[in-house]
C-alpha cells in the first residue's frame, strides 16, 4: 500500500463525543459524505445516558463509517488521513470512536489526526457550500457547550467567553422538564412558546449586566423553578405557553446580549452560529436583527452541520497537527489535554 | 501459514498474543499498578502491532480476535472498537470471542493442560456492586453453566449443582477471596497465574474452525445500563 501524503486526499473523521454516531468523508472544503445516525434511545430517559450512549456507539460505528466510505464513492485506498473527535465529550463515547479510529488507522498506516470538538463546530463554517473565512465570531451553543469564539484564522480560535455553568442547551432542556415537555426539549419548548408572551413573566436576563462575556444560565434555571413552585401545579399548566415564551427569551436574549457586547470591538465583519441551539427560530430572528443593524454578514451553516457531525471534525483536522503512523498508537484520549 | 493476533481488555488488564500455526510467536500482558485506572487505550494498539510484527506484518494475519466480555463496560469496548476498526481496514477474518470462555480455557492451561486440570474451570470476573460475572466448563471447554452475573453465594449456588471438583479463578476470585472462601469453594491462590487471561488462550480459541462462541463484534454485557434498570423499575412501580 503506498504511503499517501497528508492533505492530498479525501479525510475519513469519526466523532463520537455525545450521542450521535458520526462519520464523514470531506476532500478540502468540500464534503463526499456526512452520515450522523441520531440516538433517539435517549429520549425516554429524558437526557443523554453516558452508558446508553456508548452502547449504541459500538453498535453503530462499523455501518455508519462504512456507509460515509459508501456514499462518498471513497475506496479507503484514497483516504489520506483519518480525524476523531479526541474531546471534550462523554469518555466512554469518545474511546469508541478514537479506539475505532486508531485501530483503521493503523492497519492503513495512515496518519491519525485527534481534534478538537469545539474547533469543530467553528471549522463547519469552512465548509461548501459557502465557505465563511476568518475573521469573524462564533456563538457555539449546544446541549454540551457555550461558547463565544473570536476566529482570526481557519487554525484556531480565541475563546472570547464561555458558560460559568449549563450549557445554553442544557438549560432549554431542563426548563422544558420543568414544564412537562419531553427530551430533546428544545424543539417542543419552541413550539409552545409560538402560543405564549415572552414578556408574561419577567425572568431576569442573566449577565447582560457583567462587563464580561460568559455565560451563566443557572439563575434563569431557578427562576422558573420558584415561579414553578409559587404557581402550582395548576398554574403551571395555566400558563405553560407564557412560561415556556418567557424562559426562551431570557435564554436566548443572555446569548444575543453577549454577541451584541463582542461585536462592538468592530473587529469582527461576520457572525456564525453553530451548535444545535442554533436551530432555535427565535434565537436566529435575533442574531439575524442584529446583524442587519450593524451591516455584518451572518452565517447560517444548515442544521446538519450545526449539531454534532464528523464533516465539521474533517474541517477542524485540517488545521490540526496530524500523527504520523506509529505515533499515535498509545494515543489516549484521557491522558491528552483537549486543546493543545 | 496464517497468522491469529488475539487480544482483551475486558478485565483490567490489556492481553494481546500471535500465534502462527499453534505456536505462540508474542505475548503480552499488562495491568495497572494498585488504584491506577487500567491503561487499554494507551497499551493496546502499540501492542498489537508487536503482535502483527511477530508473525511478519498484516499481509499474514489470516484472522483477529477479541474478547467480548463480560467484563468493565468502557474496557471491553476498547478492544471490540478497535477490532472494528482493524475490520473496516482490511478484509482480514475479524471475530468475537467470550471473555468467560478463554479464562476458562486459560485456567486449565494454567493447571498443566489436558488431563491435569481441574475436572470443573469456574471463571470469575469483578462486575462491581458486590458482584461476579462467572460460567463454569468441562476441561473440554464446554459450557456446563451459562455466562452470569450475580454474587458470591449465587456463584456457589451454581457450582453446588454442578457437582464434581470446580476451582474458581480469575479476577473475580482475588477480589472475592474471603466470601468465595467462607463459602466453602476451591479458590486459585492469589499469586496462581490460573488468575490471569492468556492471550495465547484466544488465539488458541479463536483458531478452532467450528468453535459456536466465536460470533459477531457485540459486547457481553448481562446488565442493562443503570439508567435502563431505573427506568424499568419505576415503571414497573407506576
Ligand atoms: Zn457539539
Redesign the interface.
Same mark, same amino acid.
Request: aromatic letters at 6%; charged letters at 25%.
Given at each position: 500500500m503506498a504511503e499517501p501524503v497528508p492533505g492530498s486526499g479525501p479525510v475519513l473523521a469519526i466523532e463520537t463525543s455525545c450521542d450521535d454516531t458520526c462519520a464523514a468523508v470531506v476532500d478540502g472544503d468540500r464534503i463526499l459524505s456526512n452520515v450522523i445516525s441520531s440516538q433517539r434511545a435517549h429520549e $425516554?430517559?429524558g437526557g443523554v %445516558?453516558p #452508558? %446508553?450512549a456508548?452502547?449504541r456507539h459500538?453498535?453503530l460505528? !462499523?455501518p455508519v463509517? #462504512?456507509t460515509a466510505l459508501d456514499e462518498a464513492g471513497v475506496d &479507503?485506498d484514497r483516504i489520506s488521513s483519518v480525524a476523531v473527535t479526541s474531546g471534550p465529550g462523554l469518555? !466512554?463515547a469518545l &474511546?469508541? !470512536? %478514537?479506539?475505532? /479510529?486508531? /485501530? &483503521?488507522?493503523? /492497519? $492503513?498506516r495512515l496518519p491519525f489526526v485527534p481534534t478538537d470538538h469545539l474547533e469543530g463546530h467553528v471549522a463547519a463554517n469552512f465548509l461548501e457550500p459557502d465557505p465563511l473565512e476568518p475573521p469573524f465570531l462564533c456563538l457555539v451553543a449546544s446541549g454540551g457547550h457555550t461558547l463565544l469564539a473570536g476566529v482570526r484564522s481557519r487554525d484556531g480560535f480565541e475563546v472570547l467567553g464561555e458558560t460559568l455553568d449549563d450549557a445554553a442547551g442544557e438549560a432549554i432542556d431542563k426548563g422544558a422538564r420543568m414544564l412537562g415537555l419531553g427530551f430533546p426539549g428544545g424543539p417542543a419548548l419552541q413550539r409552545l412558546a409560538e402560543e405564549g408572551s415572552p414578556d408574561a413573566f419577567d425572568f431576569p436576563v442573566a449577565m447582560s449586566r457583567d462587563p464580561g462575556l460568559d455565560f451563566s444560565f443557572s439563575g434563569t434555571k431557578t427562576a422558573l423553578a420558584y415561579t414553578c413552585r409559587d404557581l402550582g401545579e395548576g398554574g403551571v399548566e395555566r400558563n405553560r405557553a407564557d412560561l415556556a415564551a418567557s424562559y426562551q427569551a431570557a435564554i436566548v436574549g443572555q446569548l444575543v446580549a453577549k454577541l451584541d457586547r463582542a461585536l462592538r470591538s468592530g473587529e469582527w465583519p461576520a457572525v456564525a452560529l453553530g451548535g444545535g441551539v442554533a436551530a432555535n427560530g427565535p434565537l436566529r430572528e435575533a442574531v439575524s436583527r442584529l446583524c442587519e443593524e450593524r451591516g455584518l454578514d451572518l452565517k447560517l451553516v444548515p442544521l446538519e452541520l450545526c449539531t454534532d457531525n464528523a464533516a465539521m471534525i474533517a474541517a477542524a483536522s485540517q488545521s490540526s497537527r496530524p500523527l504520523a503512523w506509529?505515533d499515535y &498508537? !498509545?494515543?489516549?484520549?484521557?491522558?491528552s489535554p483537549w486543546r493543545s | 501459514m496464517t497468522a491469529i493476533i488475539g487480544f482483551d481488555t475486558a478485565t483490567e488488564e490489556t492481553v494481546v498474543a500471535a500465534m502462527v500455526g499453534g505456536e505462540s510467536t508474542f505475548e503480552f500482558r499488562s495491568g495497572p499498578v494498585e488504584g491506577d485506572r487500567p491503561a487499554h487505550s494507551s497499551e493496546l494498539l502499540t501492542a498489537v502491532e508487536q503482535a502483527v510484527d511477530s508473525v511478519g506484518g498484516w499481509e499474514r494475519v489470516g484472522r483477529v480476535v477479541t474478547g467480548v466480555g463480560p467484563g468493565t463496560y468502557t474496557g471491553l469496548r476498547v478492544a471490540i472498537a478497535t477490532a472494528i476498526g482493524i475490520a473496516l481496514a482490511r478484509t482480514t477474518e475479524v471475530a468475537g470471542i467470550p471473555t468467560l470462555d478463554v479464562m476458562a480455557r486459560s485456567i486449565h492451561i494454567a493447571r498443566g493442560g489436558e488431563g491435569d486440570g481441574p475436572a470443573i474451570a469456574v471463571p470469575a470476573l469483578d462486575a462491581r456492586r458486590g458482584e461476579l460475572f462467572f460460567a463454569a466448563y468441562d476441561p473440554g471447554g464446554s459450557e456446563l453453566h451459562p455466562a452470569s452475573v450475580g454474587s458470591p453465594e449465587a456463584l456457589a449456588e451454581a457450582v453446588s449443582q454442578l457437582g464434581g471438583s470446580a476451582l474458581v479463578a480469575g479476577p473475580g476470585a482475588i477480589r472475592f477471596r474471603s466470601e468465595l472462601e467462607a463459602l466453602g469453594l476451591e479458590l486459585a491462590g492469589v499469586d496462581d497465574p490460573a488468575n490471569h487471561l492468556l492471550g495465547s488462550a484466544i488465539c488458541e480459541l479463536g483458531n478452532q474452525e467450528d468453535r459456536n462462541g466465536q460470533g459477531p463484534l457485540e459486547p457481553i454485557y448481562l446488565r442493562a445500563p443503570d439508567a435502563e434498570r431505573w427506568n424499568r423499575e419505576r415503571r414497573d412501580v407506576v
Open positions: $425516554r430517559f %445516558v #452508558e %446508553v456508548s452502547r459500538i453498535e460505528i !462499523g463509517v #462504512e &479507503l469518555i !466512554g &474511546l469508541v !470512536g %478514537v479506539s475505532t /479510529a486508531k /485501530a &483503521l488507522a493503523d /492497519a $492503513r506509529p &498508537l !498509545g494515543f489516549d484520549p484521557l491522558a | -
